[in-house]
């Protein structure tokens, strides 16, 4: 799912880890985090994983090299619940296939005028060729409106790449970096009350407690 760019909410350029809402000194880096619950910031847009947490992260080396990996961190839940970082491939599997998961559904037809509209579980994707999956009834859909110049039409990326290219890097540097980290979370957003972003440093022995609600 996207959200048009003109809705999200663009902090602009962001030089140092205080222009972040949480950041942490630890020895010779900052750390600057932003809690942006289901949406994943990219060039193009914002990407809802609605079954993720998604924190933007940004690692400021004062002096000397710094390592950065998606595995330092992890995200503690009103205080007791521990999640670890999950890869760019499961949020874009729950997002390219939505019944990935068996969950409850149900299906009803209404009429509407002399059309009737179908509400029910999300549609079964196709994963290869022949797959029977995603057989079912079809929603028939609108004609596509004629595109007066399709060489103006622009390209962007598919999600898979974006989701891709958004992740925090693991990477050894001097230089600032950032990206996202992905936390699957099962449960209602709703009973999240108090939100802290975990770092450990491994083998520098550096750890920080970063609230982010």
């Not at 949020?91 to 009429?111: C, F, H, K, M, N």
């Not at 079809?138 to 004629?146: D, M, N, Q, Y």
């Not at 390209?155 to 540097?173: C, F, H, M, Y």
Request: net charge neutral; charged share 20%; aromatic share 6%.
């Amino acid at each position: 799912m996207l959200v048009p760019a003109l809705f999200a909410q663009d902090p602009g350029p962001r030089s140092k880890a205080a222009d972040y809402p949480a950041h942490v000194s630890v020895e010779n880096l900052d750390i600057g985090a932003e809690y942006l619950l289901h949406s994943i910031p990219s060039d193009q847009s914002f990407i809802i994983a609605k079954d993720f947490l998604v924190v933007e992260v940004a690692i400021f080396p004062r002096s000397g090299v710094a390592t950065t990996a998606p595995g330092q961190f992890s995200l503690r839940i009103n205080g007791k619940r521990l999640l670890t970082p999950a890869s760019a491939g499961m949020v874009v599997a729950s997002i390219q296939y939505p019944d990935w998961e068996t969950r409850p559904t149900a299906t009803l037809e209404a009429g509407v005028g002399d059309r009737s509209v179908i509400v029910g579980p999300p549609a079964s994707v196709p994963r290869f060729p022949g797959d029977r999956r995603a057989d079912g009834p079809k929603i028939p859909s609108s004609p596509e409106p004629e595109v007066a110049n399709s060489i103006d039409k622009p390209s962007r990326k598919p999600n898979s790449q974006l989701i891709a290219e958004a992740v925090l890097p693991e990477v050894r540097t001097d230089r600032p970096v950032k990206g996202c980290l992905y936390f699957r979370f099962e449960g209602k957003t709703r009973s999240i009350k108090n939100v802290e972003l975990l770092y450990d440093g491994g083998e520098n022995g550096l750890q920080a407690v970063i609230p982010l609600i």
